[in-house]
T-cell receptor, first 118, second 116 residues
Framework: AQKVTQAQTEISVVEKEDVTLDCVYETRDTTYYLFWYKQPPSGELVFLIRRNSFDEQNEISGRYSWNFQKSTSSFNFTITASQVVDSAVYFCALSAAYSGAGSYQLTFGKGTKLSVIP | DTAVSQTPKYLVTQMGNDKSIKCEQNLGHDTMYWYKQDSKKFLKIMFSYNNKELIINETVPNRFSPKSPDKAHLNLHINSLELGDSAVYFC???????????????FGPGTRLTVL
């Protein structure tokens, strides 16, 4: 069974502060993929990043960075110099094999609501 | 040029009614999904179709029935609506074929269903 845990339900930061969103996952598969999605107040789900289980290199994209550590089964997301527009619910998700049927199930964490205060 | 579209965006209905939500993707993807997001924002997969074939069917009441007339469409029909069905339903698609779990899923804008 797969599981994704986002222990932080809500986080509030003041604009320009850095913030890290935690994600811990469980899976028995040796090949799997991790994702982050953003859900702004408007409600749509926006894909941010994908990482596969064989690539532990950290990734930086502008103010966003991701730290994947297989040893601790974590895939944390850091926003540097946060902005009000970063206010959203952020979901970590895991994709691994589903019952060997050849399709892959995306399992989401419960999300972390980030509020950036001006 | 919307990638994944859903209609309607909002659906308000009475308990006991039957309703459908439509989903269409113009990305040429092989796989489509339905997710339910409850009031606590928890997202859970309901169904997955690959090339019109049902692949994933999570523990969902029989009142929910997906229908895929072709690869680009996956509709969700709900019979005898109950109060607990109130949620946001998201359709998604991915260029997924066997052996390729890495493809991200592209989500529709969601349909907010309110059962009174």
């Amino acid at each position: 069974a797969q599981k994704v845990t986002q222990a932080q339900t809500e986080i509030s930061v003041v604009e320009k502060e850095d913030v890290t969103l935690d994600c811990v996952y469980e899976t028995r598969d040796t090949t799997y993929y991790l994702f982050w999605y953003k859900q702004p107040p408007s409600g749509e789900l926006v894909f941010l990043i994908r990482r596969n289980s064989f690539d532990e290199q950290n990734e930086i994209s502008g103010r966003y960075s991701w730290n994947f550590q297989k040893s601790t089964s974590s895939f944390n997301f850091t926003i540097t110099a946060s902005q009000v527009v970063d206010s959203a619910v952020y979901f970590c998700a895991l994709s691994a094999a589903y019952s060997g049927a050849g399709s892959y199930q995306l399992t989401f964490g419960k999300g972390t609501k980030l509020s950036v205060i001006p | 040029d919307t990638a994944v579209s859903q209609t309607p965006k909002y659906l308000v209905t009475q308990m006991g009614n039957d309703k459908s939500i439509k989903c269409e993707q113009n990305l040429g993807h092989d796989t489509m999904y339905w997710y339910k997001q409850d009031s606590k924002k928890f997202l859970k997969i309901m169904f997955s179709y690959n090339n019109k074939e049902l692949i994933i069917n999570e523990t969902v009441p029989n009142r929910f029935s997906p229908k895929s007339p072709d690869k680009a469409h996956l509709n969700l029909h709900i019979n005898s609506l109950e109060l607990g069905d109130s949620a946001v339903y998201f359709c998604a698609s991915s260029p997924l074929s066997r052996g390729m779990a890495y493809n991200e899923q592209f989500f529709g804008p969601g349909t907010r269903l309110t059962v009174l």
